[in-house]
């Protein structure tokens, strides 16, 4: 069990805005959560908040990468991962229950091997925050809530401070890959990013960050779209 001490700092920490479920959940999406979750789920007693967590003690064998989700969704990337890269470890994290569930629901139904999969029902940034330095070779932040509202920006994902975070907690040469759909969403990571000083964008002309990466995975997001939104752009950093 947590600590209270853990309890009162993880809550603290907490970076989420707005409901974490919507309607209630049907008996498959209930039972897989009840079932596989708890298996497969990164336990509240490791998120210390203090860089000292080694992604590796999440999983029964090493692994020759690791990495690390923010807001999965529906999962869809996240599987594709795992199936294109068994030889890697991916830790996911979504705090909407029913986003985790549909998931969980879904693996859980096609009987997915998960050796390589550890999935957090929260704030990732919680995860992100008790890792240790330099442990994880990439980081995925696909189409975070962009807050469009001025007072509100403050709120979003790909800001300095989260930066100095996913600095410290990748390798060198480590991937940090951001997409979105909404322009100024898109200005703004870039900016931040490359103000940051820790990254380099990989694009050398406009075509790369129009184009998906080699072998991408779409999400049920970025094929549907958000109402108003245009072209989805792939934004591509090294950590130097």
Same mark, same amino acid.
């Given at each position: 069990m947590t600590n209270k001490n853990?309890?009162?700092?993880? @809550?603290? +920490? $907490?970076?989420?805005?707005?409901? $974490?479920?919507?309607?209630a959940l049907g008996k498959e999406r209930q039972k897989a959560l009840d079932e596989l979750l708890p298996e497969i789920g990164v336990s509240k007693d490791y998120l210390t908040l203090k860089a000292d967590q080694d992604p590796t003690h999440l999983f029964d064998k090493? @692994? /020759? +990468? @690791?990495?690390? +989700? &923010?807001g999965f969704g529906y999962g +869809?990337? %996240?599987?594709?991962?795992?199936?294109q890269n068994p030889d890697k *470890?991916? &830790?996911? *994290?979504?705090?909407? %229950?029913?986003?985790?569930?549909?998931?969980?629901?879904? &693996?859980?139904e096609e009987n997915f091997p998960t050796n390589n999969l550890r999935l957090l029902m929260d704030d990732g940034m919680l995860l992100a925050r008790s890792f240790k330095p330099v442990s994880l070779d990439g980081i995925y932040i696909l189409n975070p809530d962009p807050? !469009?509202?001025?007072? !509100? !920006?403050?709120? $979003?994902l790909v800001r300095q401070e989260n930066l100095d975070i996913f600095a410290s907690i990748l390798?060198?040469?480590? /991937?940090l890959i951001l997409t979105t759909d909404v322009e100024d969403l898109a200005n703004w990571m870039i900016t931040e990013t490359i103000n940051h000083g820790a990254f380099e964008w990989q694009a050398s002309c406009a075509a790369d960050w129009q184009t998906p990466p080699a072998n991408w995975i779409p999400t049920r997001y970025e094929v549907k779209g958000a109402k108003g939104a245009k072209k989805m752009v792939y934004l591509l950093f090294k950590r130097m």
């Open positions: 853990n309890k009162e700092a993880v @809550y603290h +920490e $907490r970076s989420l805005f707005g409901r $974490r479920q919507g309607r090493p @692994y /020759d +990468e @690791y990495w690390l +989700e &923010i +869809e990337h %996240v599987r594709g991962l795992m199936l *470890a991916f &830790i996911g *994290a979504e705090p909407f %229950v029913n986003g985790m569930t549909s998931f969980l629901k879904d &693996i859980q807050w !469009h509202k001025t007072r !509100h !920006h403050k709120r $979003r390798k060198k040469g480590g /991937d």
